[in-house]
């Protein structure tokens, strides 16, 4: 097994905050992966700054605020103006931006969220609605603006909360891997078994552990990962009374598929022929001007 350094960048609103882990390789079908600690401080980090909370997610990892750079517009519009008089390229600047605005869509896309929601319920169909979708084995995890039928997947966990101790069962999931796509979601979730501090096991759980596809981590624990696919479907309408009964809930975000791309910005197609039509136009002043200032900087000062 080998543990490599590497660096999480979470962004929440105006705040971005870099996380240092431990990704974890081994010879198991799911390496590389993050410890336990890791994906629960990445979640610590993200919810604080979800909150406003900056001094505790400043206590887990290092965070920066995005500036509004809108009172620094006048000058860079001068300074684009004054080295394109001087370059007479405004169409080489204007690729250059393009690119960077390009880097930071793409960026966006693949790590901010599309959808964050709370699931506060988890649970297997009824037997008419097992039979309406054909999927004896779907399971149900309810949150505050969807409800998430997973189809595939459910079994297995479904088996781990009948057949082991709910109370030790930790369901975590890492970032990047639930994935949203016309209403299908798929991806990986992530059981942990005895994450508590001293863990001690009967022969009974570890047998169980075993036949249900568990592998002991280095940290004496258990995990299991486990594929799923689902689609989306609207909330259910609960009271404020129902809500209250259900005292723990978790946090679910889903992404962009990784072989999506971000949506083309027309706006941004248009400033490349405006770029073209002001180096034509301005190309005599600009060769005046930088044909004045080759003839001075050749002189020297008088």
Known sequence: MITRKRTKYIHEGKYVAKVNVD???????????????????????????????????????????????AKYLGLVAGLVVLVSGLSGCFTI???????RADKAAEFKHFNVPILSDTIFAVGRLDAASA???????????????????????????????????????????????????????????TLYYGTEEKQTYSP????????????????GSFEKKIEVKGLLYPALALSEEQMQRFKVSRQIDLYN????????????????????????????????????????????PA
């Open 131 to 189: 039979k309406v979708l054909e999927v004896p084995d779907a399971v149900a995890f309810l949150g505050t603006k969807n409800t998430y039928m997973v189809l595939e997947g459910g079994t297995a966990l479904m088996q781990a909360a009948t057949e082991l101790d709910g109370k030790r069962i930790t369901l975590t999931y890492r970032s990047r891997t639930l994935f949203l796509k016309d209403k299908t979601i798929w991806g990986f979730l």
């Open 257 to 300: 598929p990784p072989d999506s791309s971000p949506p083309p910005d027309f706006s941004r197609t248009l400033i490349v022929p405006l770029a073209v039509a002001a180096d034509i136009v301005t190309l005599p002043i600009q060769f005046i001007g930088f044909t004045v200032f080759v003839i001075v900087f050749a002189r020297g």
């Open 204 to 219: 009974d759980e570890i047998a169980t552990l075993s036949k249900l596809g568990f592998v002991a981590r280095s940290s």
């Open 93 to 99: 600047m204007t690729g250059q931006a393009q690119y």
């Open 23 to 69: 990704l974890v390789e081994d010879k198991t079908g799911w390496s590389p992966y993050l410890t336990v600690e890791d994906a629960c401080r990445l979640d610590d980090v993200r919810n604080a700054l979800r909150r406003g909370d900056v001094p505790s997610a400043s206590k887990l990892a290092r965070v920066f605020r995005l500036k509004d750079q």
